[in-house]
């Protein structure tokens, strides 16, 4: 049973470089969240896509980006790395539980690196 | 918006001790509180959850309680093991919004 798969594991890149980072959800789900997580702190919401539309938004710059594919796979987009930017990045997907809230399964993570 | 706490932000415990983490959050309109253990290098891992119309939910040694006068929500791990030991996190997902508002997370150690 496949969970979560995000790609790369690691990533190392320069200030003002772009990189992209990608993520397949559990198969059956339609919805993919994106988070920020910097070393010691709670992850941070940056998109979620549902059926290819984006459907949330945090509080982050234009400079993030993100789109999902019709196989459900989503990509995440950051132009002009910042050092500021160097956290684990997750994916996670999602299905409605049997209250209707929805339960969120989170993949491994990217750790990117901006030097 | 959503803001959510977390208490304490480290908790040492002897192995077979209790563990008891502790989580506010300011949106009375907030309806589902995940629980995440998150191990080293690796994605957080949902262990325990609980809807806003039920009180108490237990799962063998794991326990999460809510009150939802006081807007807040507790973690209980009973007998615990080092295997245990991880950074551990809780969140809120308000009605109106499509995102998780997590808290700080707790790093748990279990002293063997």
């Known amino acids: 049973d496949a969970g979560v798969t995000q790609s790369p594991t690691h990533l190392i890149k320069t200030r003002g470089q772009h990189v992209t980072l990608r993520c397949s959800p559990i198969s059956g789900h339609k919805s993919v969240s994106w988070y920020q997580q910097v070393l010691g702190q709670g992850p941070q919401f940056i998109f979620q896509?549902?059926?290819?539309?984006?459907?949330g938004r945090g509080n982050f710059p234009d400079r993030f980006s993100a789109r999902q594919f019709p196989n459900y796979s989503s990509e995440l987009n950051v132009n002009a790395l910042l050092l500021g930017d160097s956290a684990l990045y997750l994916c996670?997907?999602?299905?409605?539980?049997?209250?209707?809230?929805?339960?969120?399964?989170f993949g491994p993570g990217t750790r990117l690196t901006v030097l | 918006g959503e803001n959510v706490e977390q208490h304490p932000s480290t908790l040492s415990v002897q192995e077979g001790d209790s563990a008891v983490i502790k989580c506010t959050y300011s949106d009375s309109a907030s309806n589902y509180f995940p629980w995440y253990k998150q191990e080293l290098g690796k994605g957080p891992q949902l262990i325990i959850d609980i809807r806003s119309n039920v009180g108490e939910k237990k799962d063998q040694r794991i326990a999460v309680t809510l009150n939802k006068t006081a807007k807040h929500f507790s973690l209980h791990i009973t007998e615990t093991q080092p295997e245990d030991s991880a950074v551990y996190f809780c969140a809120a997902l308000p009605p109106y919004g499509q995102n998780f508002v997590f808290g700080p997370g707790t790093r748990l150690s279990v002293l063997p």
């Open positions: 896509y549902y059926e290819k539309e984006e459907r």
């Open positions: 996670a997907s999602s299905v409605l539980g049997s209250g209707g809230q929805r339960e969120q399964f």
